[in-house]
């Protein structure tokens, strides 16, 4: 066991029922609706089978176990910054603020739920008219899961403005070996979260690469899928960055404070480099060395302090991971634009008259 006692998203806790076995169990059963409806309109050739909304199925079967590893990295997380001594060992407070976190997190998984489930059911009616109840059914349920869940990584990020408001001690530890004064495992499991939310954005940005090459049977979902990547691309971002802010500030104080002691200190090493030139003793010039390297290093370690906890192995992994997303979304527009085809901007602009019209 960690410091922390272990930490699960619970919706259903009044009824003893984790919330991961119900959404375990709407899946099978939207997956044996999404084979009958397939049955339904195509037979048994699975080849003709709607290649699009069953990937979409895998996608989220990949997703979800991903998302309910967040609670658990969460404590991970708070041990591993306890352990290293960047984080106050108060259970009390520590356990005040997972408390609130919960309080917070559950409200946001409601109303993202809902907003996800809304512009999905809006999606599929522009689509299809009313023409696939089941499917629309299943897409719209699936949307509230998978928003409930972005909810939740909503509320995990307010750590940094919770550990403030619980005053909860953040030591920035200038010179750690992992380079962010002992604040990576802050930017590893906010770019869990950001993967997690990217799950949807691969799968869109793969069918719109498909859709630049054929595919004619989704036509009709390219602008969506446009659309849909590039709102999922900034939801990613903004739930990289934006809990970071919040450490960003505090690390930013805790450097102007060290900066103060860093000032002293470079006049504290002229004094000694000046001692230095004067000693003629060989033991007590090493001695001076030996302390002027120490001092030089703290000087240093200070000057070096990061404002961000990501590591450069992170920050590598999360501009690659956007450049690759951004791909199709900017061959779709160089495209639409080298054929004489409508920009992105009219398409749009057409569907939400459909949708409101």
Known sequence: ????????????????????????????????????????????????????LMSGAVVFIIAI???????AKFDEMLNR???????????????????????SARKLAI???IVLAISLLLAFIYRFHFSRILITILETAGGFIAGTLFGYMCGFGRLG????????????????????????????????????????????AVWLLFFQFGFPRYSGWKTLYAIFLSINIVLEILVFVVPLLSFHSMMVTEKQN??????????EIAIVEHQLTREQDVQKRELIKDRLSSMTKEYWDIEKLPTWPISKRTKKLFKRNNFTLLMPLVIDIVGRTSVGQTSLWQDISGIVEKIFK
């Open 81 to 103: 910054l306890v352990h290293r001594g960047a984080l106050e060992n108060n259970t009390k407070k520590l356990e005040n603020l997972k408390t609130d976190l919960q309080h």
């Open 111 to 113: 109303i993202m739920g």
């Open 1 to 52: 066991m960690g410091i922390l006692n272990k930490y699960k998203i619970n919706l259903l806790r009044r009824y003893k029922v984790n919330y991961s076995h119900v959404v375990t169990i709407v899946v099978v059963v939207g997956l044996i609706l999404l084979c009958l409806s397939n049955i339904r309109f195509y037979g048994m050739q699975i080849s003709q089978w709607d290649l699009l």
């Open 161 to 204: 403005l919770l550990i403030r408001k619980h005053h909860v001690l953040l030591k920035i530890q200038p010179g750690h070996l992992d380079d962010v004064g002992g604040l990576k495992p802050v930017g590893e499991f906010y770019f869990h979260q950001a993967m997690v939310v990217a799950m949807p954005a691969v799968f869109l």
């Open 65 to 71: 176990p991903m998302a309910f590893k967040i609670p």
């Open 258 to 267: 060290e900066l103060e002691e860093a000032d002293k200190l470079s006049k």
